[in-house]
């Protein structure tokens, strides 16, 4: 497969999970409703952003390739926590959605989600995992953020909005008062994803080698 339909498909996957990610964004019931979870929104809402977290990863590598300072110890690191951030929370997005309800069904009165998930809710366990995200994922997309913004070959806007949509949806999810900043910051976030995923795979996209260095590609649009 050459490098440019390479770039492509990575970029389309992108894409998707930045389109996937807003969706989701746009009908997520608050998880400080204790009705939430009866709502008919709650599993779909729990698919769409758990396809997004599956196909980040993979999109992520065509990232990575188009960055000039791949041995950044900082950008390593930031792919390394957000692909593991983001595949971890394809289970914490599984259990939210179906074991979840499941278990608020069996309640005498209707919970929350974020009643279940403290130190003495019945799935403890499931706040456990919502723990890669907050200590791999969220940085890890920040220090992406940082890389496409320092690195200035894809778009920085689309940086910026990375790592501001990212901390705008994690304190939605955290702040019970601020949940509203979930609905905006996902959609933030999401359209940062789809921003470089079509950079990516613009169609005037061109393969070219760094002046800095013959090793790493860079992607620019033209």
Wanted: overall charge positive; glycine content about 8%.
């Amino acid at each position: 497969m050459s490098s440019h339909v390479s770039y492509s498909w990575r970029g389309l996957i992108l894409f998707a999970a930045g389109i996937l990610w807003i969706a989701s964004s746009l009908i997520h019931p608050s998880d400080f409703d204790p009705f939430a979870l009866f709502n008919p929104f709650w599993i779909p809402t729990a698919i769409l952003i758990a396809l997004a977290y599956l196909l980040i990863p993979f999109g992520l590598i065509g990232i990575q390739r188009t960055l000039i300072d791949q041995k950044s110890k900082l950008t390593r690191i930031g792919f390394i926590f957000t692909i593991i951030g983001s595949l971890s929370s394809v289970l914490t997005s599984l259990a939210f959605g179906f074991v979840a309800p499941h278990v608020a069904r069996q309640l005498t009165t209707p919970t929350a989600l974020f009643d279940l998930i403290k130190p003495d809710g019945q799935l403890m366990w499931a706040g456990l995992l919502l723990s890669t995200y907050i200590l791999l994922f969220l940085p890890g997309c920040i220090l992406v953020g940082r890389a496409v913004i320092v690195e200035s070959v894809l778009p920085q806007s689309a940086g910026w909005l990375l790592t501001i949509g990212v901390v705008m949806f994690s304190l939605g999810r955290i702040v019970p008062q601020l949940f509203i900043l979930t609905s905006i910051g996902g959609v933030v976030f999401g359209i940062a994803w789809s921003w470089l995923g079509y950079a990516l795979c613009l169609s005037k996209a061109k393969v070219v080698h760094s002046s800095k260095s013959k090793d790493y590609p860079q992607i620019k649009t033209s």
